[in-house]
């Protein structure tokens, strides 16, 4: 039953598995994947390289490896995205979901003016040349270049990595999208770009309401961002909860270890401790909890059994020792 106060989510993602069909052996990539993103909410998707971060992400725009097998769903505003046909994904990916990767030159042709990157999409809508040129600059505006005219006639290169992100989110938001996909928008950039980058984030999404699905590796990010997170491990979601809980108490050895080597500014806070290993992929996961290898509370039991994501505190877990307030 859907409580009255929460507004049905803008993506709904169930269950989600994808496997490759690599010579003779079918190499799985996700396994069981459920996330949600409500309207306004910012939800970050957080873990070590490999972890299947973009090929979620990816999912939602229907942009899976060729000769995937996927199972379970993915909905966007109700409707099932892997069910959709070509005509469809067009209409998804133009109206309803944005995405904004690591590196902005890829998503722009070097060839063309930024104005004509940002008008196409518009001008394919029906919006006349001029109306669509203002719209632009006020796009441009929005997120913070302040000389929209200028910046319409120039090309990618005349801008810095930070000035282009900026370009690049002006063109996600021209639809006006109801869900923003951002895969590590800022892992590019140097500090002072990547915190101008995160308010314009956060600004649109409370101005807008879009609902925004914030990846990244970096954690201490994450929370200063999101109102949940998903803690990604191994091509499965081993955590979930609220950003404030996640700091305060996580249940999965896996957060605590992220936590425990994120590097903190406070005096007297403890040095950053590596998690001890290496992240391994699904493909490679042994049996049992894909962490166990690297974790210093695992048990026999851990290297058997694969700990089901089940309900912790306000949020969930997949650790058999999630209820014994372990620590890093
Ligand atoms: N197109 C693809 N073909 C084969 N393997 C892939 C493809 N895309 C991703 N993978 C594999 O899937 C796993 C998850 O990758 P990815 O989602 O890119 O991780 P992350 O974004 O968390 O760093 C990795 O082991 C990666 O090698
Ligand atoms: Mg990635």
Redesign the pocket.
Known sequence: MTRRTEPEPVLRIDELGVR?AADHAARP?LDGVSLHVRPGETVGLV?E????????CRSVLGLL?GGARVSGQVRVGGHDVLGMDRTQLIALRTRQVAMVFQDPRASVNPLRRIGDFLTEGLRAAGTPAPAATARAEELLTAVGIRDPRGALRRHPHEFSGGMLQRVVIAAALAAEPALLVADEPTTALDVTTQAEIIAILTRLRVERGTGLLFVTHDLELASAVCDRVYV?YA?RIVEARGTDELFDRPRHPYTAGLLACTPRIEAGAPAPRPIPGRPV?L?EAPPGCAFAARCAHALPRCREETPALAPYGDGLAACHRADEGITW
């Not at 390289?49 to 979620?56: I, T």
């Open positions: 490759l990539l873990g390289s490999g972890s299947g971060k973009s090929v979620a490896p990604m091509g992929s493909a």
